[in-house]
């Protein structure tokens, strides 16, 4: 009767996942919602097809990043693998990926599964698999309308891993995730960056997170800060500070794109930001764990090309546009730190919403570090506002200093991109909250294409002799 209801659940899944894949839709999380009532024990039924190693990534940002690269890497090894998209990253989103990939009666074998998922989903996750490996790559405050506090959720992922066999790998640079080791008794591997030309004497420190010994609540001394509270750290009362990493990262160069050590690897991307450099750290560690070769590694993290919203390029009117998704203070400080490695001058559109997927509430706007705005140290010519809240950003860019002549209100996205590629400036950037990044995907696209065949058209009538 279990093997009948898996099937079914199977059968069911795999038809809902070709309906929305017709409809175009992004909808992941569906097909996964009705197996699991269907057959409540099918996550853990599949997950025991993975032959080698079930790998979950979690932490508050990298997660999508980091498990593509790795992904990527897998793939140039030949491996099979079970891997759950951006934004399914809940418990249904992630049965969603294990139905497609099945065969119909669910005994087909997978090298390994690569999941990333929200720190509040660990537990529920930790019921139905039984990962080898589990990467925290950060903790910042995110989406606290959604999850309630900070604490709460690393406390929430602490005690779904106790009393596991599971191997952490944890950023050294963190003082929210080096304690895992002392309050889990896991074995555990550590990622983290030596000192750096971008380190800083001072950080932004958003509500203060991270800023205090998580054993004695003394305040940590920072010698250098990478970001937000990632950097070199001790406690002046207990003597808290960061493990010795095994994995190394050393002579970081981001001009703008990234290119440093880990260990005696050398490493190479077309990705900007120290942010990404996290990520790809994190990645090559995971790697390096699973046992991939160095030359798979470095080849892979190369040619990875950025994915939706990820620093992803569009060439539209000659003229580069990224396209950055945006979702709490520490990323979008993050995205803005990038722009510092980037000399010529920029317009940006920020689309910023408040839909389900979305924060809420965008208050999160004001713990952001966007008077670095006011110096104009970044370069920037005009700050385009949109979305459900674009006056809410007008208003918080006005507050920073940025020159209010140089806010620009429009009305929708289609507007937005032609003020942000018609006005003056070298290279175009597009920040968007989640609810807006497929939309403005799409249309950039849409407009990429609409460039390419004008300048076709007036190439042939060039040719006709008929240019103006
Ligand atoms: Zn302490």
């Not at 929305?20 to 009532?37: C, D, E, H, M, N």
């Not at 690569?114 to 720190?119: A, I, M, R, S, Y």
């Not at 249309?443 to 058209?457: P, T």
Request: charged share 20%; proline share 3%; aromatic share 10%.
């Amino acid at each position: 009767m279990g093997k009948i209801r898996l099937i079914i659940a199977i059968i069911v899944g795999k038809l809902m996942i070709c309906l929305t894949k017709l409809t175009g839709s992004q909808g992941t999380v569906f097909p996964g919602r009705i197996a699991l009532i269907i057959c409540p024990e099918i996550l853990k039924i599949l997950g025991e097809n993975i032959s080698e190693e079930i790998i979950v990534i979690t932490g508050t940002n990298g997660k999508t990043t980091t498990s593509n690269m790795v992904a990527q890497i897998l793939k140039e090894h030949d491996y099979s693998l079970v891997h759950n998209a951006a934004g399914a990253n809940m418990i249904t989103g992630i049965t969603t990926a294990f139905i497609d990939k099945t065969n119909l009666i669910g005994t087909k074998i997978f090298h390994y599964a690569l999941l990333e998922t929200d720190e509040a989903n660990i537990p529920l996750l930790l019921k139905e698999l039984t990962p080898k490996v589990v990467v925290i790559t950060n903790f910042f405050s995110d989406q606290l309308d959604r999850f309630g506090q900070l604490d709460n959720i690393i406390n929430l992922v602490k005690d779904a891993l106790r009393n596991t066999k599971i191997e952490l790998v944890l950023n050294a640079d963190d003082p929210l995730v080096t304690h895992f080791q002392s309050d889990t008794g896991l074995h555990c591997w550590y990622f983290g960056f030596k000192e750096t030309d971008y380190d800083k004497k001072e950080s932004f420190h958003n509500n203060k997170v991270g800023k205090y010994c998580v054993f004695c609540q003394s305040e940590l001394v920072f010698d250098k800060y990478h970001y937000a509270q990632l950097g070199k750290f001790y406690c002046p009362n207990c003597g808290n500070r960061n493990p010795e990493p095994n994995f190394v990262a050393h002579s970081l160069v981001m001009n703008p794109t990234i290119s440093f050590w880990v260990n005696d690897i050398y490493i190479e991307s077309p990705y900007q930001g120290f942010y990404n450099a996290y990520n790809i750290l994190a990645a090559v560690s995971i790697a390096k764990l699973v046992g991939l070769k160095d030359e798979f590694i470095t080849n892979a993290i190369k040619i990875y090309q950025p994915q939706a919203g990820r620093m992803e390029s569009f060439n539209i009117a000659a003229k580069k546009v990224i396209l950055i998704l945006v979702k709490n203070p520490i990323g979008l400080n993050q995205a803005m730190a990038a722009l510092e490695q980037e000399s010529q001058s920029k317009n940006i559109l920020f689309i910023l919403n408040d839909n389900a997927g979305d924060s809420r509430d965008v208050s999160w706007i004001w713990e952001t570090d966007l008077e670095m705005l006011a110096t104009n140290q970044l370069n920037i010519n005009n700050f385009i506002c949109a979305g459900t809240c674009s006056g809410d950003i007008a208003v918080r860019l006005k507050y920073s200093g940025f020159p209010a002549g140089n806010i620009v209100l429009v009305k929708n996205l289609a507007e937005g991109i032609e003020e942000l590629i018609t006005r003056d400036s070298e290279v175009c950037y597009v920040f968007t909250t989640y609810s807006a990044l497929f939309s403005s995907r799409k249309m950039l696209i849409k407009y990429q294409d609409k460039y390419k065949a004008d300048i076709s058209a007036l190439k042939v009538k060039d040719f006709m002799g008929m240019g103006e």
